[in-house]
């Protein structure tokens, strides 16, 4: 969602910029006057947006059939309306920074490649490089995202594999499949579809949300520190704009400091750029 608010808003954002620069030098009005506008203009459209995301996203797939309930679809209308908040003032941060249009747009996908790979599902957390994974994996807005969203929907949920998604082996001969391969299903979670037969062992990898999310470092009693923390990023955007705004040089220095800092990052993000690149491009 993020990536398509900024796709969306950082053009008009940017030309709004123009006119205000016009107009501050007239002192029609004031830095602070522009930010609030911008900020408070967008709150109905991100809550219009996110009200109509979630029910498209809970009443046609199902959601609600873990162990949350149907209360944690409400949750879920909370996380969205914070990503939401947290995408748009995202886009006016970059949108103070960058000096034109054509620059602003060139951060979007940067941002959005990093958010998506980073956040401990579409690279599992353990295959994240470590020095990655030390700093940059807990202050991705998107991993709280991914934490609260997966944690509440899939908490408590039984799995069901169909015919084709079965691990099928063969035991030692004289030996049945739970004698074989209990201890396996216990370390590994899952379940033996024919526990009881000596041959053609059906394994489904699930039985439970939580064989999914958990080895994803995902853990349902985070959810609500998750959703908080989110909103916490939104705060921040807020702050980080206005200061931009009230004292641009100073924080561009900053900026262009973090940005070298960065370099190391990218030679851990170069082996999992593939899929993130792909989905990237599909959404612009």
């Known amino acids: 969602m993020p990536a398509i608010i900024q796709a969306q808003l950082t053009p008009l954002w940017v030309l709004n910029r123009m006119i205000f620069v016009r107009k ?85 996908p940067l941002l959005a490649t990093i958010l998506m790979t980073f956040c401990g599902v579409m690279v599992p957390y353990p295959d994240i490089g470590e020095w990655v994974r030390t700093w940059l994996y807990y202050l991705n807005s998107f991993t709280r995202v991914m934490g609260a969203m997966i944690s509440t929907k899939l908490h408590g949920l039984k799995i069901e594999c169909q015919s084709n998604e079965f691990s099928v082996f063969d035991p030692p001969e004289g030996q049945m499949c739970s004698a074989w391969a209990s201890k396996f299903v216990s370390s590994f979670g899952g379940y033996l579809d024919n526990a009881n037969d000596m041959s053609a062992c059906w394994y489904c990898p699930y039985a439970v949300g939580e064989d999914f999310f958990v080895p994803l470092k995902i853990r ?37 400091f973090l940005l070298v800092s960065l370099v190391p990052m990218f030679l851990d993000i170069i082996p999992h750029l593939n899929v993130s690149i792909l989905y990237v491009h599909y959404c612009y």
Request: with cysteine; charged share 10%; aromatic share 18%.
């Open 24 to 108: 501050y030098h007239s002192r029609i009005y004031s830095t602070e006057a522009f930010a609030i506008a911008q900020l408070v203009s967008e709150i109905p459209y991100s809550i219009l947006c996110a009200v109509l995301y979630w029910v498209l996203m809970v009443y046609p797939i199902g959601f609600g059939q873990g162990a949350s309930g149907l209360h944690g679809t409400g949750f879920q209308l909370l996380v969205l309306i914070f990503i939401e908040f947290f995408g748009v003032t995202l886009t006016q941060l970059v949108g103070a920074i960058s000096p034109s249009i054509q620059i602003a747009v060139l951060c979007n």
């Open 220 to 256: 349902y009693e985070d959810r609500w520190r998750d959703v908080f923390v989110l909103f916490g990023f939104f705060i921040f955007n807020v702050i980080a704009f206005g200061l931009y705004l009230k004292s641009s040089r100073l924080l561009a220095l900053i900026g262009g």
